[in-house]
C-alpha cells in the first residue's frame, strides 16, 4: 500500500527513529510523543486495525504485543507503562495502520482521553 505512510516507513521509504525490527514488526519513536516514552509498533504487513489483524494472522497480534513488551522493557520502563491500540476513527485512529502505542517514563493518568 503504497500511500499508506506506516507502509512506507516499514519499506525505508520514509526514515523513522526506529527502535526495533523484525522481520513481523517495526518499532520506532512518535514523532509527536505524548509521554517521555511514546513509541509505535506495527506489524511490517498492512492491516488497518487491530480487529481484522487479529482476525487474519492472530499469531502476528501476538507478535505485537509481545514487540511492545520487548520495547517497554528495552526502553527502561520498569516502573510501568501503557500499550494503546486506538481502533477505527471513533476509538481516536489516525493512521490505518495497525499500531500500539508504547506509553512510559512518568505516571499514567485514568482516564485517558
Known amino acids: 500500500m ?7 516507513i516499514v519499506a525505508g521509504e520514509i526514515p523513522a527513529d526506529e ?10 519513536r512518535d514523532i509527536a510523543p505524548q509521554a ?5 509498533v506495527i506489524p511490517a504487513k498492512h492491516y488497518p486495525d487491530a480487529m481484522s489483524m487479529s482476525t487474519a494472522d ?3 497480534a501476538g507478535h505485537l504485543i509481545k514487540a511492545a ?37 512518568r505516571a499514567m493518568k485514568w482516564p485517558p482521553g
Request: contains cysteine; hydrophobic residues 40%.
Open 69 to 105: 513488551t520487548d520495547v517497554a522493557t528495552a526502553e527502561g520502563l520498569e516502573g510501568g507503562y501503557r500499550i494503546v491500540l486506538n481502533t477505527g476513527d471513533d476509538g481516536g485512529q489516525t493512521v490505518h495502520h495497525v499500531h500500539a502505542h508504547v506509553l512510559g517514563g
Open 36 to 40: 517521555p516514552v511514546h513509541v509505535l
Open 19 to 28: 527502535v526495533m525490527r523484525t522481520d513481523e514488526v517495526v518499532a520506532f
Open 2 to 8: 503504497s500511500e499508506c505512510l506506516f507502509c512506507r
Open 58 to 60: 492472530p499469531q502476528l
